[in-house]
C-alpha cells in the first residue's frame, strides 16, 4: 500500500513565478491536508480539503495561495507570483475520516 | 503565548541513558495530543497518542496532564537511532460537522545520541 505521494520533491521557482505542488493521498483516504514548513518552525496547518470540497482554509494566506482537491487526480496546492518568504518545506497529510494523518514525503521549494 | 512550547533542545545524551521531554499547550479545549519524530529533512511520523491514563510504548512513555496543560514523553535506554527531533502535536478537534481536524505543532526538541 502506497504511503502519501507527493511531487516534485524539490521545486526551485523564480520570484513572480508560479509554484504547483502535488499530493496524492493514501489509498482509500479521502481526507487531505496541507501543512507549510518554515525554516527553524513548526508546521502550520495550511488547508483541509475533501474531494471538491475546501473544508477549512483558515490557514491559508489571503493572497496567492489556492488548493483543490478535484474529483480526480491529485491534491494541488498553488502558489502564485512567489516570493523569497515562500521557501519552505510543503507536507501533505491524508487521512480516513476522523483518522490518524500520515504524512508525505514533501516538497522543498526554494525561490530565487 | 505560543500554542504549543517545547524547549528546542539540543539534548545530547550517551547511548543508554534516559531522557525527558516537556511541553506545553495553550488552548484548554484540546481534545488529542500525539508525539511524532521528525528525521533531519523529512516528513514527521507519528511516534505515540498520548492519552489522560498515560501510557507506554517499549522505551517510551507518554503522560498528559490536563489541569496543567502539559505533556511528556521519556525515552528509556535510548538507541543511536533515536537521534530526531520530537515534535509535540495537539488537535483542537473542533469536529463542527466539517470534520476539521488541524494539527498544531510544536517547534520540536532535538536529541542526539551519542555513541
Known amino acids: 500500500n502506497a504511503g502519501v505521494m507527493q511531487n516534485p520533491r524539490h521545486l526551485v521557482r523564480r520570484r513572480g513565478q508560479e509554484a504547483r505542488l502535488r499530493c496524492s493521498p493514501m489509498k482509500g483516504h479521502s481526507h487531505v491536508y496541507w501543512y507549510r514548513q518554515l525554516p527553524e518552525e513548526g508546521l502550520k496547518f495550511m488547508v483541509y480539503?475533501?474531494?471538491?470540497?475546501?473544508?477549512?482554509e483558515s490557514g491559508m494566506p489571503k493572497e496567492r495561495f489556492s488548493a483543490e482537491f478535484p474529483k480526480e487526480g491529485p491534491s494541488i496546492l498553488r502558489i502564485q507570483q512567489v516570493v523569497r518568504g515562500d521557501s519552505a518545506a510543503y507536507f501533505c497529510?491524508?487521512?480516513?475520516?476522523?483518522?490518524?494523518?500520515?504524512f508525505g514525503p514533501g516538497t522543498r521549494l526554494t525561490v530565487t | 503565548r505560543k500554542e504549543v512550547e517545547q524547549d528546542p533542545g539540543p539534548f545530547n545524551v550517551p547511548e543508554g541513558a534516559t531522557v525527558a521531554f516537556n511541553c506545553t499547550y495553550s488552548n484548554s479545549a484540546s481534545q488529542s495530543f500525539f508525539w511524532y519524530r521528525q528525521d533531519c529533512r523529512k516528513e514527521p511520523k507519528l511516534l505515540m497518542s498520548?492519552?489522560?491514563s498515560g501510557n507506554e510504548d517499549g522505551r517510551f512513555t507518554a503522560q498528559l496532564n490536563r489541569a496543567s496543560q502539559y505533556i511528556s514523553l521519556l525515552i528509556r535506554d535510548s538507541k543511536l537511532s533515536d537521534s530526531a527531533t520530537y515534535l509535540c502535536?495537539?488537535?483542537?478537534?473542533?469536529?463542527?460537522?466539517?470534520?476539521?481536524?488541524?494539527?498544531?505543532f510544536g517547534k520540536g526538541t532535538k536529541l542526539s545520541v551519542i555513541p
Open positions: 502535536v495537539v488537535n483542537i478537534g473542533a469536529y463542527s460537522g466539517a470534520g476539521s481536524y488541524q494539527l498544531t
Open positions: 497529510a491524508s487521512s480516513l475520516p476522523r483518522g490518524e494523518q500520515y
Open positions: 498520548v492519552y489522560s
Open positions: 480539503l475533501q474531494k471538491e470540497n475546501i473544508i477549512d
